[in-house]
């Protein structure tokens, strides 16, 4: 983290724009990451969320970097094996938005409007999407949120990342 923080201030010397600062702070602050082949799949998209899927590739270039630095081989079976599930990984939702139904369909199935009860129920379906308990699908998720009716949603308690 101390190296991120010296990062912004050299770029403010830099003068780099906003954008390009941030993303050598992103670079800088993520790129000690962890490639084991035993790491969730939630493990792989919080890490793509840090890092922002616009600069994984530049990630990987870097780590490349790093390895050739210090005198490994440019990549090995675990690297290779991480690129594949980042690959995978990506083709999974991310955030509450990538889910197939919105809060305008919350409202709808609940009969209520706008308010902390939509957002509670979309990060539970985005929390059971996840986790692999049930599919990216309108048709699941409808059915879905008429159980979480039944069941009352003030009684429900969504997960932590």
Known sequence: MVGARITKTIAERLRLSRKDAEKLFILVRWHQFTVDERQTDSAL??????VGKENLNDMLALRIGD???GGARETSWRLELFK??????????????????????????FGIKPGPTVGKVLNLL????????LLNKKENLLKRIEELKLVGVSSLTVPKE
């Open 84 to 109: 594949k599930r980042l690959i995978e990984v990506q083709k999974q939702p991310f955030t509450v938005s990538d889910l197939k139904i919105s809060g305008h369909d919350v409202m709808k199935a």
């Open 126 to 133: 985005f929390a059971d999407v996840e986790a692999g308990k």
């Open 67 to 69: 390895r050739l630095g």
């Open 45 to 50: 998209r919080r890490f793509i969320r840090r």
